[in-house]
């Protein structure tokens, strides 16, 4: 699922976008990301993922902050309860899959 602003023209360049997934176990992910100018007007991507257990409640944030004892961690404990929970949520592809739509024109959404 996408969410982009209607008004606005083909050509324009996608700002921000909201994608939510779908998982097996009834749970949703939501990855929003909003394309931000910063110092010199280079272009970086914020990057939002919000959680949910059903359809029916309410999404929550999820942290981007790693286990506090990540780097005492082996790299399968890391795997297995390490990573952030925005990682536990969403996985790397999902998170570039969406932030590659940051720039591009609104027609590549139709």
């Known amino acids: 699922m996408s969410h982009v602003d209607p008004h606005t023209e083909d050509d324009s360049p996608i700002?921000?976008?909201t994608r939510e997934f779908?998982?097996?176990d009834g749970s949703e992910a939501r990855?929003?990301?909003e394309g931000m100018y910063g110092r010199g007007l280079k272009l970086s991507v914020d990057i939002r993922v919000f959680r949910r257990a059903?359809?029916?409640q309410g999404?929550?944030?999820?942290?981007n902050n790693p286990h506090p004892k990540w780097r005492e961690m082996s790299v399968a404990?890391?795997?297995q309860r390490g990573r952030s929970e925005m990682l536990q949520t969403v996985s790397s592809g999902e998170i570039m899959t969406v932030t590659s739509l940051i720039g591009q024109p609104m027609s590549v959404l139709h």
Do not use: M
């Not at 999404?59 to 942290?63: E, N, Q, R």
């Open 22 to 24: 779908q998982r097996k």
């Open 15 to 17: 700002t921000k976008i």
């Open 77 to 79: 404990e890391y795997d």
């Open 59 to 63: 999404w929550t944030l999820c942290s």
């Open 54 to 56: 059903s359809p029916d």
């Open 31 to 33: 990855i929003v990301a």
